[in-house]
Every structure is written in structure tokens, then in C-alpha cells.
């Protein structure tokens, strides 16, 4: 474990710095506090535990959803960096899930702490296993237990919309960049009223369903995706993935209908947040997909699962 990351780890009960206990490390102590104490699991610090995010833990460490050249491709879109350009520097991913993100920085040579809430750490440890300069950490971003003003560059590409305080999230992720850092947030878009209803419905019975049940309904609108004339038109009432890769397909739709939390936002409103927390230079990110029908729809909010995508500069 990267001792130098692990520093930046500080105890969720008083922020204190942390000490290991073990060699080979088994424990962090806390050096200001009483009963300051987190398991070092399987290489990974556990600052919290999970109290919502179960469907996650399963998704991602159940689907091989790596693609090298479309992570780094789709990195690039989401966050306004590319990969290469963070080499040397230290940078926070904001919920890495099965660490895709993660490793692909790690890889072109940036210092990176990956932090999730679930049990995807384990999928994402395992993915960064050969990167000494990435740690990865169970951590909660509602209460981010990592050091203030820290990262040159943090980003957080689907995750504070599956919080039940997205506006805290952010904050929290806001107050670990440096000043002159750079941060890039994407979250779901806000769709028409209609769309927004007709979701809320499909979601009230899904997240209910037992994950062995939503499976195999997600696995079935995995196979209408494939369908183009089928994911052009229905795929603009209820969300399902028309990704050309059938794992991704699945994996997608069980990530769009399992989590607890799902929450819909505007670009005005990411925009707001930023500039609250003090960033300026603040830069919307244009999704991939183009085309004047793609484009069209993008702007009148039409698309379900598109994103709104800001950057910014911390003051
Ligand atoms: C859709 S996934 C995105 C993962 C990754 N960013 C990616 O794009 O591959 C959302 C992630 O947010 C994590 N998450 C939800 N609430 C969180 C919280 N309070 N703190 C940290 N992670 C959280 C989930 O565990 C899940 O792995």
C-alpha cells in the first residue's frame, strides 16, 4: 500500500491522521482519538461501511465492464482531461466503482485514490493491483475522511446523483482539491416531466425487486437494445442500454434501475454548486454522441441516462 496516499486517509470520527498497526498493515489508528480503529481488509482501508449501496458492490464486481480504449476515450469526454495529462499528479476519484477510471490514470502515471462505499473496492483494488502509485479505500463521500485541499485534479463520473444528498457529496468532493486543482462532476440530466414520471414508476418497482429477479430483466432489455429500431424509439420513454457490448448492455440497466438512490439534475444547477464552492473557469462538457438528431434531443432533454457535465477550477 502507498504510504504516501494512505497519509492522506484521516479518521472519520475527529479527522485525526492515521497510523497503521501490523506489518504487513492490518489496521489504521487513529493518533488523536480513542477507538479510532479501521480494518485494512484485503489491502483496503474501510472508513466506513455500507449502508445503501449494496446493488453496486454486486454489479461491479459481477461484470467485467473494462474497455480500455473506450474508458480512456470516454475519461477524456466526461472529464475535459485526458488521461496522460495527470501524469505526476494527484488526483481523486470520486467513487470508483470497479476502478476502471482509477487504473486508467493510475496507469498513465498519476498518483490516484480511488474511494467507493461499496464492496466494488474489492473489484477495484483488484483491477489497480499492479499500479503501486493507486489506493484504493472504502470511504464515504457524504463524509469524506480524507485530507482538505489536497488533489490537483478529483473527478466524480456517476456518483453523487446515487446519494441521498448529492449537494453534500459535492461539497465534501469540492473541499479535497487544491486551489488551481481542477474538478469534473458528471450526473444524470434531468429529462421532460413525462419521462422523469414514467421512470420514478419503473423505479418504485425495481428497486424493491430482489437483485435475482432484476437480473434476468435486465439481462431481457439487454436483448432489446441490441435492436436498433427498438432502442431509438422505446429507449425514449424507459431507459435501457444500447451499448454495442452485451455485458455492458446488462450491466447498464441494472445500474440504471437497482441503486436505492437515483436523483435528475440541470446544468444550471451543477454549475451553481461549483461556483458556490469556489470554482471559476467553469467549462460544460459536450457529450460524445453527435449528430443533429443526437444534438437536438441532448438540448430539449430527451435523452434518458445522458448526463450534465461541468469542469472548473478551484479559486
Ligand atoms: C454508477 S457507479 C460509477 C462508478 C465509476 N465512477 C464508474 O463510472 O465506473 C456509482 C458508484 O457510486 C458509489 N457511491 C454511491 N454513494 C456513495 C457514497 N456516499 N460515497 C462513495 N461512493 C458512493 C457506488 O458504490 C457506485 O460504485
Redesign the pocket.
Known amino acids: 500500500m502507498n504510504p504516501d496516499l494512505l497519509s492522506l486517509l484521516r479518521c472519520p470520527r475527529c479527522r485525526g491522521t492515521l497510523a497503521t498497526v501490523g506489518d504487513p498493515p492490518e489496521a489504521l489508528r487513529c493518533a488523536s482519538c480513542e477507538g479510532g480503529r479501521y480494518p485494512i481488509v484485503a489491502g483496503i482501508p474501510r472508513l466506513t461501511e455500507d449502508p445503501y449501496?449494496g446493488s453496486?458492490g454486486r454489479q461491479?464486481n459481477r461484470y467485467d465492464v473494462m474497455r480500455e480504449e473506450e474508458d480512456e476515450a470516454t475519461f477524456e469526454v466526461k472529464t475535459g482531461m485526458p488521461a496522460a495529462s495527470l501524469a505526476g499528479k494527484l488526483v481523486l476519484d470520486a467513487?470508483?466503482?470497479?476502478g476502471?477510471?482509477s487504473r486508467l490514470v493510475g496507469s498513465r502515471g498519476a498518483r490516484v485514490l480511488g474511494?467507493?462505499?461499496?464492496s466494488?473496492v474489492e473489484k477495484a483494488r483488484a483491477l489497480c493491483s499492479g499500479l503501486p502509485g493507486v489506493l484504493i479505500a472504502q470511504?464515504?463521500?457524504?463524509d469524506l475522511a480524507v485530507a482538505d485541499e489536497s488533489f490537483d485534479a478529483a473527478f466524480s463520473?456517476?456518483?453523487m446523483h446515487?446519494?441521498p444528498d448529492p449537494r453534500r457529496?459535492f461539497a465534501q468532493v469540492a473541499r479535497k482539491v487544491k486551489r488551481g486543482g481542477r474538478l469534473a462532476v458528471w450526473l444524470y440530466r434531468r429529462n421532460t416531466p413525462p419521462q422523469e414520471w414514467i421512470n420514478s414508476g419503473l423505479r418504485a418497482v425495481s428497486t424493491r425487486l430482489p437483485a435475482r429477479l432484476l437480473e434476468p430483466i435486465c439481462a431481457a432489455t439487454g436483448v432489446l437494445g441490441g435492436v436498433p429500431v427498438v432502442n431509438r424509439t422505446l429507449n425514449k420513454l424507459a431507459n435501457f442500454s444500447a451499448h454495442p457490448d452485451w455485458t455492458l448492455r446488462v450491466c447498464d440497466n441494472f445500474?440504471w434501475y437497482a441503486p436505492r438512490y437515483q436523483s435528475h439534475h440541470t446544468v444550471a444547477e451543477l454549475k451553481s454548486w461549483f461556483a458556490e464552492e469556489g470554482f471559476e473557469d467553469l467549462a460544460e462538457l459536450a457529450p460524445a454522441k453527435a449528430g443533429p438528431a443526437y444534438d437536438w434531443a441532448y438540448r430539449h432533454d430527451l435523452i434518458i441516462g445522458s448526463g450534465v457535465n461541468v469542469a472548473g477550477t478551484k479559486r
Not at 467513487?95 to 470497479?98: H, L, S
Not at 474511494?115 to 461499496?118: A, E, G, I, N, R
Open positions: 449501496a453496486f461491479w467513487g470508483c466503482g470497479g476502471r477510471y474511494v467507493d462505499l461499496s466494488a470511504a464515504d463521500l457524504l463520473i456517476g456518483v446515487h446519494t457529496a445500474d
